[in-house]
């Protein structure tokens, strides 16, 4: 018998556990038996006593993320079986071994059976992102299990959560190295070199889940001007300077991105004056760069990250791609992204269809991009599928 607290359900509210979709909100609750603090482990039960599953508890409206569906106790050895399960799926897409390749993601949250953590892979160092408190407070076995799945393939762990704990937590994390310490900030990706600070960068200090779509973009990029905007560190263009584009210019309204992009490219491309970086803002800098590009990357941060500011974000969405269509050149080819997890696929390719409708250009979808396999979808949970990505082409 787990002696964990016990959260009862509402009659009827049952439904979506049964078909394994891992979240619970707050007002499907009909009761909480026993003491649980936020992140606690509980189970789960229906209104007439049947065991549905065991998660970690928070305060908000997702008020258990479920890592378990079955009646076992989350001990050390189920922590390992869980990361296990999710390197295999790495190592069975081939990502493990390729000698191009060494940065991936290790554990992507919902898609991997546990809700509330991410972790990334760079190179011999392994950076965690807890972003439940739940998570978090058994960040120290979570460390010892990738250790003993990934063996001396680990030289170092970085705990980086604490800017993605919930801010209401009764917590005071503090970045750091679980394990090990920096060697080296420089990963690879397809042949590609390139520097990741998860100490001080964005996420876990790079993008990973557009490693498939830079690949892609390489593929169009021969002879081309190439304008990315939102450059963050300059994956979009090394990608297309790899791929033989005749300029690439580099946006971001960040300095420190910049001086990271930079170092980039001069890391793969020394010495090359292909490539020139931009310290502006997007809408700014695309007021007038008509008929100067003629391939754009657009891969903002996200718009909206709470529903409540859906249509201000849609609204971002459109303007911002209405700029890149009225002036990329003729038969241009325009890669534009969000990132945003409420918006949807039909969110997302609305705003863009009215930004082509508003242009008054013709246009045409070359692909339809998502993010890769290792940031996998729980097809239980299709709110997972937060990465969408149209390549256009347009006359």
């Not at 964990?4 to 609750?29: M, Q, Y």
């Not at 546990?114 to 965690?128: A, E, F, H, Q, R």
């Not at 690949?215 to 300077?241: D, P």
Request: charged share 25%.
């Amino acid at each position: 018998m787990l002696k964990f607290s016990k959260v009862v359900l509402k009659k009827g509210k049952e439904d979506s556990i049964l078909r394994f979709h891992p979240w619970i909100f707050s007002g499907a609750i009909d009761r909480i038996e026993g003491t649980v603090e936020e992140g606690d482990p509980v189970t789960v039960y229906t209104f007439d006593d049947r065991f549905l599953g065991i998660g970690h508890s928070a305060i908000g409206s997702i008020a258990v993320r479920i890592f378990s569906f079955e009646e076992i106790y989350p001990d050390f050895a189920f922590w390992c079986s869980k990361l296990k399960l999710a390197y295999d799926l790495r190592c069975k897409i081939g990502l493990t071994s390729r000698k191009e390749t060494n940065v991936f993601r290790l554990i992507h949250g919902e898609g991997d059976g546990l809700p509330g953590l991410i972790v990334d892979y760079y190179n011999g160092t392994v950076v965690i992102q807890a972003h439940t408190v739940g998570m978090w407070l058994i960040r120290d076995l979570l460390a010892q299990a990738i250790k003993a799945v990934l063996n001396d393939q680990v030289k170092a762990i970085y705990d980086k959560s604490s800017k993605t704990l919930p801010y209401k937590a009764a917590i005071e994390p503090v970045d750091g190295y679980l394990f090990g310490e920096k060697t080296t900030f420089e990963v690879m990706e397809y042949g590609n070199r390139f520097l990741v600070d998860w100490e001080e960068g964005q996420k876990t200090g790079f993008f990973v889940d557009q490693r498939e779509n830079r690949k892609l973009l390489s593929e169009y990029s021969f002879g081309k001007n190439v304008l990315n905007m939102f450059c963050y560190t300059g994956g979009f263009s090394f990608s297309a300077m790899q791929g033989g584009a005749s300029l690439v210019h580099s946006v971001d309204s960040s300095a420190k991105a910049i001086e990271l992009t930079n170092a980039n490219v001069e890391l793969n491309f020394p010495g090359d004056k292909r490539h020139e970086a931009f310290t502006a803002d997007a809408f700014d800098f695309m007021r007038d760069i008509q008929d100067k590009y003629d391939l754009i990357i657009l891969d903002p941060p996200a718009f909206a990250k709470h529903k409540n500011v859906l249509n201000q974000a849609l609204q971002g969405y459109k303007k911002l791609n209405t700029k890149a269509f009225q002036q990329i050149r003729p038969g241009g080819i325009l890669f534009t992204f969000s990132c945003s997890q409420v918006v949807t696929k039909t969110n997302f390719r609305e705003a863009v269809f009215s930004a082509a409708a508003i242009s008054k250009r013709k246009v045409r979808i070359l692909h339809q991009l998502s993010q890769p396999g290792d940031h996998p979808i729980n097809i239980y949970h299709p709110e997972g599928e937060y990465l969408k990505g149209l390549v256009l082409y347009v006359e």
